[in-house]
């Protein structure tokens, strides 16, 4: 049996360098100045920063910010902000070597915005001889960090996040951010008790570690045209970015690895999530190792629930497209997808429970995937499809194991049965493992799927559920 290969992170890297988020992440990875930025990248983002502001731990000299040897002190970051106006630079610098900033000893607040044509930036990085500030590798230690000491067990007990946006603070670029050691409030909060809208929003170069989350939202915080780009955080107990409104944005080149750490079932890890938006793209993805086990049942009790999944989207999403995602090691889902109208293509997921769940009606295709290996857990069946509502899937590979069904087919609440056609690729099953299984009333036709070799055309009707 040929195993499934996850494909490295970075294999569209090349053709994202004319796009907005690879000129925005070419910038970071160079040096950001007021007088001097690459034309190519100026003339795709129409922008530059107008002015540039230097900040340390401690500050130095005259503490005015116009060079490192008079850098302002990180303490008087927030007063900065608030008094910025569209093209403000503010770089954060550090030494390889330096002392960290404490990411548990108060808050900063960022509310200016920029405009269409000039955002704020707001980077961190390494001090750079030419007043600006170079990309650190990702295993130069963490810039910002938690000064307590970091557990799994008391992460929710600790603090809120490190920046905090409000009222709406739109166009903004932020990148470079070394992180170690957040609370389940995240690194970076979008603050709306009441509804406000944030805009323009480019968030690249993060490196994480030991994260209760890293992006987190207020009900009230709605954000548009967010790009999130070349991030990585390993070890994710929540997640790394939850997201209450979302719309018309895109995540791309992200490596989130949640190291199976397990905080409990009240605690549940989910890598992305969002609960309510449209159009948005997820692209270039790898999510890995979000389990989360259920305590023991008690006597005379049914083993509980596995959670854990990769990218989260709930009923009130429309619209998505996931493009070169990989899931694997999920306790439940890789992809749970409530959302009307799903695009997947050349996806792929591997040891999770479910490698793929769409729950809704609409116009929902996955095309060019390879859904491999699902895991039952518990008195769960695992699947590498799971349907309950309306799909095609096309070209696609499935894999299932002892105990295990390719295709599983659930009819949810106040929905008609679930309606799946299958063109072309293959199905393969080992063991007592089954094409097809259903909860209930549901549809399955195959059309010239190789069903273990064998071009097979059939339709499978479940009239009941099975026993």
């Known amino acids: 049996m040929q195993r499934h290969t996850t494909p490295p992170l970075m294999t569209r890297r090349q053709a994202l360098t004319v796009t907005l988020a690879g000129l925005l992440t070419a910038l970071s990875a160079g040096r950001l100045r007021a007088e001097a930025i690459n034309p190519t990248v100026q003339t795709a983002t129409a922008a530059k920063p107008k002015s540039v502001t230097l900040f340390t731990l401690s500050g130095a000299g005259d503490e005015d910010g116009r060079d490192w040897q008079n850098a302002m002190p990180i303490d008087s970051l927030s007063k900065a902000l608030s008094s910025a106006r569209p093209g403000s630079g503010f770089l954060i610098g550090f030494d390889s070597a330096g002392q960290p900033i404490a990411i548990d000893k108060g808050q900063i607040r960022i509310k200016a915005s920029g405009d269409e044509s000039n955002p704020v930036f707001l980077q961190a990085g390494l001090i750079a001889d030419d007043n600006g500030v170079a990309a650190a590798s990702k295993d130069v230690a963490a810039f910002f960090k938690s000064a307590q000491p970091w557990s799994v067990k008391d992460f929710g007990r600790r603090g809120s996040a490190y920046f905090a946006l409000i009222e709406g603070a739109s166009h903004l670029r932020v ?21 406000a809208t944030f805009r323009d929003i480019v968030i690249s170069g993060l490196e994480a570690r030991n994260v209760g989350r890293v992006i987190e939202t207020d009900r009230g915080a709605m954000l548009q045209n967010l790009i999130v780009t070349d991030c990585r955080a390993i070890g994710i107990i929540r997640g790394f970015a939850r997201f209450r409104h979302l719309s018309d944005s895109t995540l791309r080149n992200l490596e989130l690895d949640a190291a199976k750490m397990d905080a409990g079932g009240r605690n549940v890890c989910q890598l992305i999530a969002v609960s309510e938006g449209k159009n948005l793209l997820f692209e270039d993805i790898v999510l890995r190792n979000a389990i989360n086990e259920p305590p023991p049942p008690k006597e005379g009790k ?8 990769g990218i989260v989207c709930e009923r009130k999403t429309m619209n998505v497209t996931i493009r070169n995602c990989h899931a694997s090691s999920m306790g439940d889902g890789g992809f749970d997808l409530k959302t009307t109208n799903v695009t997947m293509e050349d996806c792929s997921s591997d040891s999770c429970k479910f490698g793929a769940r769409l729950w809704a009606e609409g116009n929902n295709v996955i095309r060019r995937c ?4 699902p895991v039952s857990r518990n008195d769960t069946q695992g699947a590498c499809i ?4 309306t799909l095609e899937i096309v070209d696609t ?4 194991g002892r105990g295990t069904v390719a295709i599983s087919l659930s009819k949810k609440k106040n929905q008609n049965p679930p309606m799946v056609v299958m063109r072309g690729g293959s199905i393969e099953i080992e063991g007592n493992a089954k094409v097809a299984h259903a909860s209930a009333d549901g549809v399955l036709e195959l059309q010239d799927v190789m069903v273990n070799g064998v071009k097979t055309s059939r339709r499978f ?6 026993k």
């Open 175 to 195: 990148s470079g951010f070394h992180i170690d050691g957040t609370p389940a409030d995240g690194f970076f909060k979008f603050r709306g008790k009441e509804t």
């Open 302 to 309: 049914e083993p509980g629930y596995v959670q854990g999944d």
């Open 370 to 373: 390879d859904f491999r290996n």
């Open 386 to 389: 799971q349907a309950g509502g």
């Open 397 to 400: 590979k499935l894999h299932a």
């Open 461 to 466: 009707v479940f009239e009941k559920k099975e």
